[in-house]
């Protein structure tokens, strides 16, 4: 097993019984394509670490706030958006284990917040699927949504909605698109 995955774990604080799912995970579909490799991109993990990821935080506000619906609905998208993932992503250095194409390492994809958040989500869907649930979302629990406690979401603007609600609160008015 490659040493640097070891320390990557470590910052997880997660075991892979079978590193190659991590290695998928942090593997660009720019490296992937370059086709000399043998690995497939991180684009199918992504797909199921956002809703893993989706699916715990749900869950988490669910039974933690009291909130209508809506709020409900702003929370979870403050803490599972792009910005937020990359923060994430920046705080555990995925950036420094990304397998990126020779292009995308040139244009400093690393530092991409797209494919940060990315492998964030793939980095969770790899520990599912290692896993199970209970590892995944004691990774989401830990560095994720123990930020909602200390307040530190990250806001989204949604200024359609916003638009929406202020147009709702007057008497006889609409909104058309």
Same mark, same amino acid.
């Given at each position: 097993?490659?040493?640097?995955?070891?320390?990557?774990?470590?910052?997880?604080?997660? $075991?892979?019984?079978? %590193?190659?799912?991590?290695?998928?995970?942090?593997?660009?579909?720019?490296?992937?394509?370059?086709? $000399? #490799?043998?690995?497939? !991109?991180?684009?199918?993990?992504?797909?199921?670490?956002?809703?893993?990821? =989706?699916?715990?935080?749900?869950?988490?506000?669910?039974?933690?706030?009291?909130? %209508?619906?809506?709020?409900?609905?702003?929370?979870?998208?403050?803490?599972?958006?792009?910005?937020?993932?990359? !923060?994430?992503?920046?705080?555990?250095?995925? =950036?420094?284990?990304?397998?990126?194409?020779?292009?995308?390492?040139?244009? @400093?994809?690393?530092?991409? %917040?797209?494919?940060?958040?990315?492998?964030?989500?793939?980095?969770?869907?790899?520990?599912?699927?290692?896993?199970?649930?209970? %590892?995944?979302?004691?990774?989401?629990?830990? #560095?994720?949504?123990? @930020?909602?406690?200390? @307040?530190?979401? #990250? #806001?989204?603007?949604?200024?359609?909605?916003?638009?929406?609600?202020?147009?709702?609160?007057?008497?006889?008015?609409?909104?058309?698109?």
């Amino acid at each position: 097993m490659n040493n640097e995955y070891t320390a990557l774990m470590d910052k997880l604080g997660y $075991r892979f019984r079978d %590193p190659r799912l991590l290695e998928k995970a942090l593997t660009h579909s720019s490296y992937a394509n370059e086709g $000399r #490799h043998g690995l497939e !991109s991180n684009e199918r993990l992504e797909f199921l670490g956002d809703s893993v990821l =989706g699916f715990v935080a749900a869950k988490y506000l669910f039974e933690k706030e009291n909130g %209508p619906e809506g709020e409900l609905t702003k929370l979870r998208a403050a803490v599972v958006c792009e910005k937020a993932l990359c !923060s994430y992503s920046k705080e555990l250095g995925l =950036g420094n284990y990304l397998l990126l194409g020779k292009g995308e390492r040139l244009t @400093g994809g690393a530092e991409r %917040p797209s494919i940060l958040a990315d492998a964030f989500e793939a980095v969770i869907a790899a520990m599912y699927l290692d896993g199970g649930l209970e %590892p995944a979302q004691r990774f989401i629990l830990a #560095h994720i949504l123990n @930020g909602l406690a200390e @307040g530190e979401i #990250h #806001h989204v603007e949604d200024y359609k909605t916003e638009l929406q609600e202020r147009v709702q609160r007057r008497a006889g008015q609409t909104l058309s698109y």
